[in-house]
Nanobody, 125 residues
């Protein structure tokens, strides 16, 4: 059974940092690109970052470039999202998702076939 489980969210002050984790099970992580998405209240889900199967290529939405780093450890079956210099605009539920097998990264929700349940990130003083 394919499963993605996010963790690491929480309440953080503006300017703070969080590291989110996405633990994968039920499939070989190395065969898939993985994306992080977020959804704020009343807004559509948007792509934040994506990492290729081997980790050699990464992509970021403009609003997080320079503040966020996506990485993966296929041996540990985990993908990470390190977020620094957080602002209230980063407040959202963050999801990790599995790209269709062997396809490269994409920013479209419909291009991902499995999703985690999400972890809440709240940036507030």
């Amino acid at each position: 059974q394919v499963q993605l489980v996010e963790s690491g969210g929480g309440l953080v002050q503006p300017g703070g940092s969080l590291r989110l984790s996405c633990a994968a099970s039920g499939f070989t992580l190395g065969g898939y690109a993985i994306g992080w998405f977020r959804q704020a209240p009343g807004k559509e889900r948007e792509g934040v970052a994506c990492i290729s199967r081997g980790g050699g290529a990464t992509y970021y939405v403009d609003s997080v470039k320079g503040r966020v780093t996506i990485s993966r450890d296929n041996a540990k079956k985990t993908v990470y999202l390190q977020m620094n210099s957080l602002t209230p605009e980063d407040t959202a539920v963050y999801f990790c998702a599995r790209r269709n097998m062997y396809f490269s990264c994409s920013g479209y929700v419909s291009d991902y076939d499995s999703w985690g349940q999400g972890t809440q990130v709240t940036v507030s003083s």
